[in-house]
């Protein structure tokens, strides 16, 4: 649910990184944090409350500006994945435009990953989001471990979901940006049916993308580069 201001002529967004506890939400957050280009991100920030803690930072701290003068910020946030901080991860997920499903690949975390799954399709629907409409992305977090799901299984089982899924590995840094940006594609295309960025604004999404995931060796460049690693 986008906060959009028209006289001010200001939006901002909100993405939210959920899942289990200990899936890497927050090792996904540092490491998107440290991966960008300095100037396109604020501080890290941590809100606490008594024994849980909540991490986000403002993407773009100083407003993406479009040709019409729209000034656009995104926020950035983690859920606590412990199921006894779920009053927080509701607020946390209250007016979210976009959410990226951080999945624990080790074997033993299977189930984990469906209870929380299910947690977010249940939370989503009471601040009033619907999960078929929301842009979301699954991540399979940890791929550097032993005793990891194999991909072809999680293909087969995920799959069909139609949601976009990927491997990664947060702690070596590949995966992340990957996640990050296809989720960035998906709440532009969401917000364009609404707001006509291109038409209205003249933002396409190539532009919008590229300045939410440019990192520094990119920062000349007119193109995203695809640094996955598979």
Do not use: C
Not at 21 to 49: F, I, P, Q, Y
Request: no cysteine; proline share 4%.
């Amino acid at each position: 649910m986008i906060e959009y201001d028209e006289l001010e002529k200001r939006m901002v967004l909100k993405l939210v990184y959920y899942g289990p506890a200990l899936s890497g939400k927050t090792t996904n957050l540092l490491r998107l944090h440290d991966l960008l280009e300095r100037e396109g991100r604020g501080d890290l920030m941590v809100l606490d409350t008594k024994d849980d803690r909540t991490i986000f930072f403002d993407l773009l701290p100083f407003f993406l500006i479009a040709p019409s003068g729209l000034k656009i910020k995104l926020k950035v946030y983690t859920v606590p994945g412990q199921v006894r901080h779920d009053s927080t991860r509701k607020a946390v997920l209250q007016r979210a435009d976009g959410v990226a499903f951080i999945a624990d690949s080790q074997l033993s975390e299977a189930s984990n990953n469906f209870e929380s799954f299910s947690n977010l399709e249940k939370n989503l629907a009471i601040v009033g989001l619907d999960i078929e409409e929301i842009p979301l992305v699954i991540q399979f977090n940890k791929r550097d471990l032993p005793d990891i799901i194999p991909e072809e299984d999680i293909k087969r089982v995920w799959g069909p979901s139609g949601m976009p899924v990927f491997m990664a590995s947060a702690l070596e840094g590949w995966g992340v940006i990957e996640t990050f940006r296809n989720l960035a594609e998906l709440a532009y295309q969401h917000i364009d049916k609404r707001y006509e960025l291109k038409e209205n604004h003249g933002l396409d999404k190539e532009t919008f993308v590229l300045k939410l995931t440019r990192r520094p060796d990119e920062a000349g460049n007119n193109t995203v580069k695809n640094n996955i690693k598979t």
